[in-house]
């Protein structure tokens, strides 16, 4: 078996998409497809099943999946280990997160690691959608409070995402809210219409009351809805990790503090054969050591 073609296997069994492979390896997408055929008759197997615009591997196709991941991760780790032997060489890693806690949290806690690890290089990506860059080694490892369903991923624990309802005062004050009945009449900030983003509130209160939460304004960014709150646009529902100046200097407040709303965990999640690369284990290590008070979350 040639090792470009397996290459090339490993790339578009992952991204499932010649044109994305071809560009992930900066050939052309003819190239991909020659590289494949001439792989599929060394092999005298089909790996590929096409359908379409629908790709998917046969079951020999996933063995060598499989077996592929292991030859090109002990690559990449023999690699690693030759840097560390070069001048001025740095290992790269690429992390993933959520937009609000990559852009509040991990920015602003992960300078320690860097100063510890001076051979360690990073790189953020931050999405809500982060399964896809996970699956296709665009990262090396995530931060999410989503669970990602992937053969051979290591799930580790970091903490309880606590959420908060958030008004300003002057609004509370207009609008005389008291109960969850007020909820009726003002407006409800949420990153979608249906209200999936208030779940953790909607089941803290009685089911008899979930009626009253109707008037929707969508605000696809956290740091929308916090602006809105302040703002005195309507009642937004946030991780409170993302207000907590603003809830200590009072320029917002909880309408609801007896109501305490279900947590999302956050978790890292990489796969296991990235665990075992020294600077991938350092940094998870980092990670699992930052007490969720340092940033205000439980």
């Given at each position: 078996?040639?090792l ?28 991909v ?8 008759t060394?092999?005298d ?13 046969t079951?020999?196709?996933q ?62 990506y ?8 996970l ?13 990602h ?8 624990y970091?903490?309880q ?5 958030i ?19 003002i407006n409800l ?47 937004g ?6 207000v ?26 990489i ?6 690369f ?12 930052i007490k ?7």
């Amino acid at each position: 078996m040639d090792l470009y073609h397996l290459k090339t296997f490993f790339i578009l069994a992952k991204i499932k998409n010649f044109t994305r492979a071809a560009e992930a390896l900066f050939v052309t997408q003819s190239a991909v497809s020659h590289a494949i055929k001439k792989l599929e008759t060394s092999l005298d197997t089909p790996l590929i099943r096409r359908r379409g615009k629908t790709l998917s591997l046969t079951h020999a196709g996933q063995a060598l999946f499989r077996s592929c991941e292991k030859i090109f991760y002990e690559i990449e780790r023999a690699d690693q280990e030759i840097t560390r032997f070069k001048k001025e060489a740095k290992l790269g890693i690429r992390i993933g997160s959520t937009v609000e806690f990559g852009t509040s949290i991990l920015i602003n806690h992960i300078h320690t690691f860097l100063e510890n690890h001076p051979d360690i290089h990073l790189d953020f990506y931050f999405s809500h959608y982060l399964g896809k860059p996970l699956a296709q080694d665009e990262v090396d490892l995530v931060v999410d409070c989503r669970d990602h369903d992937l053969p051979n991923l290591e799930k580790i624990y970091l903490f309880q995402e606590q959420y908060v309802t958030i008004a300003s005062p002057q609004f509370v004050k207009e609008h005389e809210i008291r109960s969850l009945d007020d909820l009726e009449k003002i407006n409800l900030l949420s990153d979608d219409k249906n209200l999936d983003w208030w779940k953790n509130f909607v089941t803290a209160i009685p089911r008899e009351k979930r009626t009253c939460l109707k008037n929707v304004i969508q605000i696809n960014h956290i740091r929308g809805i916090i602006n809105g709150a302040i703002s005195g646009l309507g009642i937004g529902f946030v991780p409170k990790y993302t207000v907590i100046r603003e809830l200590e200097e009072k320029i917002l407040i909880d309408p609801f503090p007896g109501i305490k709303p279900g947590a999302d965990h956050f978790n890292i999640f990489i796969k296991r054969e990235k665990l075992e690369f020294k600077k991938h284990k350092a940094l998870v290590e980092y990670l699992t050591r930052i007490k969720p008070s340092q940033f205000g979350v439980g």
